[in-house]
């Protein structure tokens, strides 16, 4: 890997050397991952609005999966497979949940 001119004192020419060897392992690394045929679990969303624009799915960081279908929000939990009810609208609006 090239590396930075020897009057450069600054901390620059550290980091410049090390992102270049660090591209260059990284190329030659290969890495495979198994990709299953079949899925893990089948998710049955019958009122989910068919938008592209609204934001009706979302992941968090403690493993739920809040997901909006109509007038009314859920949340799963992956870890204990609970679901629980978190808002409704009321079947008798025409609104429904958008991001």
């Known amino acids: 890997p ?3 001119a020897q009057w450069d004192n600054s901390h620059l020419r550290v980091l410049y050397s090390q992102n ?5 392992f990284k190329a030659n690394k290969q890495t495979h991952r198994h990709i299953p045929q079949a899925p893990e679990r ?6 989910l609005v068919d938008d592209f624009y609204l934001n009706l799915l979302d992941w968090s960081s403690t493993n739920n999966l809040a ?3 109509r007038e009314r929000v859920f949340c799963w939990n992956a870890v204990d497979h609970q679901v629980h009810e978190l808002v409704d609208l009321g079947r008798d609006t025409d609104n429904y949940v958008t991001s």
């Open 2 to 4: 090239p590396q930075a």
């Open 20 to 24: 270049q060897m660090g591209n260059s």
């Open 42 to 47: 089948i998710l049955d969303a019958p009122s």
């Open 67 to 69: 997901i909006a279908l």
